[in-house]
């Protein structure tokens, strides 16, 4: 890398390629896999930088940052697919002839119950929130 191009490079990015590099020379197999941590680094920074200016300036391979990158892209997508703690449905929502819904719900010592409640009204939700409520207390 020439000195022109090292000066364009953030800080960030310099210091990664030097831990990369100082690990490399250390691995008596040079076709040693990278460890998880500076792939995790390395998405991070990428996500920052950009693709390319990150693959090149960790002289890593653009197809396999990509990759890396892009299964990061996923997990994070579907960490962030949580189910909601509380749904509030009011009778404008509620359809004539009815509602299909699951209810689910976690009580003490790891018992969780779940009902499929299909074809009921509101007047049959409110009553059912009524009675587990009440029986919560």
Not at 107 to 129: D, F, Q, W, Y
Request: with cysteine.
């Amino acid at each position: 890398m020439n000195t022109k191009q090292s000066t364009n490079i953030p800080l960030a990015l310099s210091q990664a390629r030097h831990q990369l590099d100082l690990w490399r020379s250390q691995q008596p197999n040079k076709r040693t896999r990278l460890p998880k941590e500076f792939w995790q680094q390395a998405v991070t920074l990428a996500q920052e930088h950009g693709l390319n200016k990150t693959a090149r300036a960790l002289n890593v391979k653009y197809d396999s940052l990509k990759k890396h990158l892009d299964q990061a892209d996923v997990q994070s997508s579907v960490s962030l697919k949580t189910e909601p703690h509380f749904i509030e449905v009011t009778p404008s929502m509620m359809t004539s002839g009815g509602v299909e819904c699951t209810i689910e719900w976690a009580e003490g010592h790891n018992a969780t119950v779940r009902m499929h409640i299909k074809g009921a009204g509101v007047s049959e939700l409110a009553a059912l929130a009524g009675v587990l409520r009440s029986s919560r207390t």
